[in-house]
């Protein structure tokens, strides 16, 4: 034995037609449900990997698919809407750079710092549109039975358009699962967001992870549903 | 004659070292089934792996390679980086 230390470290349901049709319900759930950035996706993946993320809030819903193209670094799109009342409802597309800026692997832990920013545009359903502008924040720690996170996303957009979004998590796993079995999460989560009438919001989520796909179903203290999706490939 | 005998053994030994073992990659912040993914996809692109066992609770990614085939430890390095972690370890060991 041998040790070496490193320092550092057709129609007839055939797969292909499944396949098609798996994407093309996708692509479908993309375009309707079109959260702010992906708020609580990898924003960088590994080397040439990509991440699918949906997210569904009733009035604050998104997508961003991003690639990798090193360890560190991912281009991607992001998708946001955004209803900020009964009249208006916005949606802003932006194509942003995502970077793990800081990375620390321990033997039983991982913490992150990453940083995005892109240039788009924003749109409203009334037909104003105009430039946009998103930067955004996400610092994570966890190990395999603790997880917290935080988040803000900053979109500046032209006229009174702006949306700011700052979220913090906490969670915990009741029990500690294999790669190949699911991983849950209970997970407390708070959020504010000033531009809408109820500006913070409070609620409990369940994730559950198997492999390379996360979903997450969640509530607000107003019973307003939250639901979350993401897929590594 | 006896150098060459030794050289033989010597480069056996070495051939034997890298081939029909098991490599046991213990990696630092693999701590869930999506950070492991990236890893498990990477490896297995590798021409010489055919299995890769993840384990958390030993913080391990267990290669197992296709017969009569090697993996170098700085390819092994490479990939854990390429999937974003660091190895804190390599070690060989004969399959059971």
Known sequence: ?233 | MSRILIVLVAIFLMVAEANAKDVRVTVNGMVCSLCAHGLNKKFLEHESVEKVDIRFDEKLVVLSLKEGAKIEDDEVQQIVEWAGYEAASIVREDKE
């Not at chain 1, 979903?215 to 590594?232: L, N, S, Y």
Request: with cysteine; glycine share 6%; aromatic share 14%.
């Open chain 1, 1 to 233: 034995m041998s040790l070496i230390a490193v320092s550092n470290p057709s129609y007839a349901l055939s797969p292909q037609h499944l396949s098609l049709h798996f994407w093309s319900w996708m692509l479908l759930a993309l375009c309707y449900f079109s959260p702010l950035s992906a708020a609580h996706a990898h924003p960088v993946t590994f080397q040439d990997g990509s991440a699918l993320f949906l997210k569904y809030q009733p009035k604050l819903s998104g997508t961003e698919f991003n690639y990798s193209y090193t360890p560190r670094s991912a281009l991607g799109v992001t998708h946001v809407r955004f209803k900020r009342n009964a009249h208006e409802t916005e949606h802003y597309l932006i194509p942003k750079w995502n970077t793990l800026y800081q990375r620390w692997n321990k033997p039983s832990s991982q913490a992150n710092i990453y940083l995005s920013a892109g240039m788009g545009a924003f749109h409203q359903e009334d037909g104003d549109s105009g430039g946009a502008l998103l930067g955004s924040l996400q610092a994570d720690w966890e190990s395999r039975r603790y997880y917290t996170q935080f988040n803000a996303d900053l979109i500046q957009a032209e006229g009174d358009n702006d949306l700011h979004h700052f979220r913090a998590r906490v969670g915990v796993a009741p029990s500690l699962a294999a790669f190949d079995e699911i991983q849950t999460f209970l997970i407390a989560q708070v959020s504010y967001l000033p531009e809408r009438a109820e500006a913070f919001q409070v609620g409990p989520v369940l994730r559950a992870f198997y492999g390379r796909y996360l979903f997450e179903v969640g509530m607000t203290q107003d019973g307003e549903f939250i639901g979350t999706a993401m897929i590594h490939f």
